[in-house]
């Protein structure tokens, strides 16, 4: 059965089923505080996805243009909002 980490807002964490998940009600979350009932974690990443991932990274350098344009002179999208915004007014109220 598949257990996740839920944070009560002490703090501490604990860990259920999906069917306790969804059961669980407000009185339930105090009740677990109040008895000062969980854990303090030390690694939130413990035993998720992030640690199973074991594909090699690629990248795709063929993706990059070739010619001799350099990057840095894109034409910026923001002078269509030079119209619709005026902060020469004094802002101070």
């Known amino acids: 059965m598949p257990v996740m980490q839920y ?3 002490n703090g501490k964490v604990v860990h259920l089923s999906i ?3 969804l059961d669980l009600t407000d009185e339930d979350i105090q009740y677990l505080m109040s ?3 969980g854990e303090h974690i030390r690694d939130p990443f413990a035993g998720s996805a992030v640690e199973n991932n074991t ?3 690629y990248y795709d350098f063929e993706f990059l243009s070739q010619d001799d344009e350099d990057v840095n002179d ?3 999208d923001d002078m269509p909002f030079d119209d619709i915004i005026d902060l020469s007014d004094n802002l101070d109220m």
Do not use: A, G, T, V
């Open 7 to 9: 944070q009560l807002p």
């Open 19 to 21: 069917e306790e998940f």
């Open 35 to 37: 008895i000062d009932y």
């Open 55 to 57: 594909r090699d990274k």
């Open 74 to 76: 894109i034409i910026s």
